[in-house]
């Protein structure tokens, strides 16, 4: 049986990295319940239809501003928005990342595409009910997890929990600015953002201090 020696988890099955903290597991593989499904590596050409497809929808969205008359600013924040999307895709693909750390790249990549929504449009509700939507997603998920899992968690994401936490009070920005004019879901994104900081300083401090001096000094 594999078994990770920095979570101190043992695994059945041919996985070859642990789960949680992506360190190289130890031991002889054992058969698991469930046969595993290979999946093939993707190739260069899954790459080159990524950025096809993105081309063609920078495209027209500027195909479409330019038929509407429409102001510059949201045709390039859209484009913005596509190619942000990309770099995500494009890195899933790549690298081929565990679930858990595509889903806290994942919510960086809506956040990055609702702020630049926003930029472009001005939309309140996009202040009010997107953004905070986002984060508040984000921060109830990852409190969940460090109240589960503590420390094991923390050791390969904490990273993305201290970009959660800070990210989620940047809602009470547009509550406290008026450009919210429903500032209920910013509210809440800032206590969501305030329990997982008090959930990581009571459950994992110790944890969390280690991993934070390593991503400094790395």
């Given at each position: 049986m594999q078994s990770c020696d920095r979570c101190g988890v043992e695994y059945t099955g041919d996985l070859g990295r642990c789960?949680?903290?992506s360190e190289k597991l130890e031991g002889i593989p054992a058969p698991g319940a469930f046969p595993v499904q290979r999946i093939?590596?993707?190739?260069?050409?899954?790459?080159?239809?990524?950025?096809?497809?993105?081309?063609?929808?920078?495209a027209a969205a500027v195909a479409a501003g330019a038929a509407t008359d429409a102001s510059p600013w949201?045709?390039?924040?859209?484009?913005?928005?596509?190619?942000?999307?990309?770099?995500?895709?494009?890195?899933?693909?790549?690298?081929?990342?565990?679930?858990?750390r595509m889903a806290e790249r994942w919510f960086l990549a809506l956040?990055?595409?609702?702020?630049?929504?926003?930029?472009?449009?001005?939309?309140?509700?996009?202040?009010?009910?997107?953004?905070?939507?986002?984060?508040?997603?984000?921060?109830?998920?990852?409190?969940?997890?460090?109240?589960?899992?503590?420390?094991?968690?923390?050791?390969?994401?904490?990273?993305?929990?201290?970009?959660?936490a800070v990210l989620g009070f940047a809602p009470l920005i547009f509550a406290l600015t008026g450009w919210a004019p429903w500032p209920?879901?910013?509210?809440?994104?800032?206590?969501?953002?305030?329990?997982l900081t008090l959930t990581l300083l009571l459950l994992t401090r110790r944890q969390l201090a280690a991993e934070v001096r390593k991503l400094l000094t790395a």
């Open positions: 789960p949680l903290c093939q590596a993707p190739r260069k050409a899954s790459r080159r239809v990524l950025w096809i497809t993105t081309l063609a929808a920078m949201p045709v390039a924040f859209t484009c913005i928005a596509l190619l942000v999307n990309y770099l995500f895709l494009r890195n899933v693909i790549v690298h081929r990342p565990d679930a858990l956040l990055a595409i609702a702020v630049l929504w926003w930029l472009a449009t001005g939309a309140p509700g996009v202040a009010s009910l997107v953004i905070p939507s986002v984060c508040l997603g984000a921060l109830v998920a990852n409190t969940v997890l460090v109240g589960a899992l503590r420390d094991t968690f923390v050791q390969g994401y904490a990273k993305y929990l201290l970009y959660s209920w879901l910013c509210y809440a994104s800032g206590a969501a953002a305030a329990l």
